[in-house]
């Protein structure tokens, strides 16, 4: 079976399908949503290992009987993750739109929205915290071009993102960091870190389902600072602020919000920083944090850089508060974990399908990455196709530069009953595509 041959069999008539008008083209039925990365030649290596022929497949499959059953919410995307549960374009505040983000309301509304996030983040006074441009890559990039050539800097990378940061540092900060390393589905060794250098590092690589389990590997006395890009993490596992000196994240994530603005929180560390050091490159003004020598303290009360979206404002409002209606913090960490566990049983069974992250403790609760005996990519192409065409899986084919497998995020705004309508439809799309092979 070739990929053109799937890919007619995922647009051909399959069945009716209440998408079908918006998956006319296999090109955007398949593209990776998050991330503009491409892999190194060490990536590339580890995912041609997992491209077996598809003949060579040994599993049991169980018969192609199509599920009576959709997932009542069939968005598993990674990142635009799903909505809330309840979210509707119409249940937003619209009072702050068609104003100045300035104007009394909007400044309220902005203010209401950090102070919404500081709550259910259980943020310390310590920290600071503030919305600003460019998603998480503008959030993260600012704290590495504002920050970083201070001390010599580590990056720890085990998936796509993470090896985004170690080219940042690398080729365009050209800083020469340490890189320590590990292959997709595994943690670098942490114990290895020298935290007398600043360290970057991806809490929950969302490319390869694999996390940090704690802070632990962190120490109390580090000398340098301590960067995370917690995009996919925070509101899905509880964060040890006196650990983390910057983290990052965009509400698109766990959320379900909007992309392009960046949420920057910074630990009393970080403004000694950028209060005594002056980078030796430009900064453009979307990244300028300090004025006169003095942190920009309005921007971590509502004062945006720039004009911010009220829309992607509101809308954040309005998931922060369904999260805290749900109990906080520990309400989103649960329906995380019960996801999770949901896939977990899942997984286990079938002998078809596996996590790609090895160790359970550092195996991911929102971005959950799976392997599929003997897919590769045409494969998997065509199973996420098949399920989107049908409505119950949108979104599930693993990130372009991981291993070929799937991906089915877990985060809180997804339902854990619509996690278990889609076993079925797993073993109904893997019979299928492989009787077809
Ligand atoms: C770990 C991680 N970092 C960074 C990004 C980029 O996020 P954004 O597109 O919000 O800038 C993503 C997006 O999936 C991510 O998962």
């Known amino acids: 079976m070739v990929a053109g041959q799937i890919l007619r069999m995922v647009n051909g008539p399959i069945g009716s399908s209440r998408f079908c008008n918006r998956l006319d083209r296999s090109a955007e039925i398949f ?15 580890v995912r041609r290992s997992y491209m077996t022929d598809l003949t060579a497949v040994d599993a049991t499959v169980a018969p192609a009987v199509k599920p009576a059953t959709l997932p009542a919410r069939p ?16 249940a937003l505040a619209t009072d702050s739109l068609g104003r100045s983000h300035r104007s009394k309301i909007g400044k309220t509304r902005l203010a209401y929205c950090i102070d919404l996030m500081r709550e259910l983040l259980n943020l310390p006074d310590t920290h600071r915290i503030g919305i600003v441009p460019g998603s998480d890559t503008g959030a993260f990039e600012m704290a590495m071009w504002t920050m970083l ?16 940061w170690v080219t940042d540092a690398a080729k365009q900060l050209k800083l020469d960091p340490t890189v320590i390393r590990a292959d997709y589905g595994q943690l670098p060794d942490l114990s290895a870190v020298d935290f007398s250098n600043d360290v970057l590092f991806t809490w929950n690589g969302t490319t390869s389902g694999v996390r940090v389990p704690n802070a632990d590997f962190i120490p109390a006395d580090r000398e340098g600072l301590t960067f995370a890009d917690a995009t996919s993490a925070v509101f899905a596992y509880a964060i040890d602020w006196a650990k983390i000196d910057v983290a990052t994240f965009s509400w ?3 959320l379900g919000g909007e992309g392009g603005h960046g949420v920057l929180i910074l630990g009393p560390r970080a403004v000694e920083r950028l209060e005594s050091y002056t980078p030796a490159w430009p900064l453009p003004k979307v990244f300028r944090l300090v004025s006169k020598g003095k942190l920009t303290e309005g921007v971590f009360k509502g004062e945006t850089i720039n004009t911010p979206s009220m829309l992607a404002v509101e809308d954040a409002i309005f998931a922060l508060e369904w999260g805290k209606s749900i109990g906080g913090a520990a309400g989103l960490i649960a329906r995380s974990d019960a ?21 359970e403790a550092s195996r991911s609760k929102t971005s959950v990455c799976l392997t599929v005996a003997g897919a590769d990519e045409a494969f998997i192409k065509a199973f996420a196709g098949l399920l989107e065409k049908e409505g119950a899986a949108l979104d599930i084919a693993g990130y372009r530069d991981a291993p070929a497998g799937l991906r089915i995020w877990c985060g809180a705004t997804v339902d854990t009953a619509d996690i278990e309508a889609l076993g079925p439809w797993l073993d109904w799309a893997y019979a299928t595509v492989k009787a077809a092979a």
Request: proline fraction near 8%.
């Open 31 to 45: 593209r990776a949503a998050d991330g503009p990365r491409g892999p190194n030649a060490a990536l590339l290596s």
């Open 75 to 90: 968005f598993f995307s990674s990142g635009p993750c799903a909505k809330p549960p309840g979210w509707s374009a119409a």
């Open 149 to 164: 050539g201070a001390r010599p800097v580590t990056t720890i990378a085990w998936e796509s993102f993470g090896e985004g």
């Open 252 to 254: 698109q994530k766990v």
């Open 339 to 359: 996801n999770a566990a949901a896939l977990d049983r899942i997984v286990a069974e079938r002998d078809w399908l596996g996590h790609l992250a090895v160790d």
